[in-house]
């Protein structure tokens, strides 16, 4: 991932987690390791630094090229175009997916029926506890994860918004876990059918959209 270009937001995820309350004693007893893992980062994109010290035009050209301001054949304004971007990335989740046929099956919301709502409750549950270091964390994480769809044109994309992959399940299962435990709390046995009908639906429409609606 590190080589494709919306994944670039990645350092400002990781700056953000460093940052957190609380984080910063545990990273200090853990420098060492801390200190391995970006020595082996570095090695690993030591190529693709390299590319881009001996081509410096290539950093930013794909960048300019597909801004959202640069939206060719309209006569929205640079600001009405990243409102209209934003309010389509946002939906790329529960609404309208990626229209592009090689990244989508009919420009369907790009998680499962199974998974939409619990989506959406837990960024409700992460807004509400927005004061703790992991529901900010999140929220964060999210936004900065769907800040290249946002920026750039031809949006909802899911290409460039791959790395909301991680947030997206995390804010899912938050959800979901908190929808459990309240239908349990009623009757324990309703608590385990919820959860076997959401992760049965789930398993079977990942496979069943991307290796057979997909493949038609």
Known sequence: LYTYIAYRIFPAIAVT??????????????????????????LVAAPLLNFYWKNRESFNDRIQRTAVWNTRGTELSPAALVVDSTLKTIGLFTYRGDPIDRHNVNEEPMLSPFACGFFLLGIGIAF?????????FLLLYLFFTILPGILSVDSPHSSRTVGAVIPAILFTTIGLIASVNLVARLLPLFGTILLAAVLGGNFYTGPNDGLLRYAE
Do not use: D, M
């Open 17 to 42: 987690f460093l940052l957190s309350p609380g984080n910063r004693e545990k990273l200090k007893r853990h420098w060492r390791v801390l200190v391995a893992g970006a020595f082996i980062a570095l």
């Open 128 to 136: 509400v506890n927005f004061r703790k270091p992991y529901a900010a």
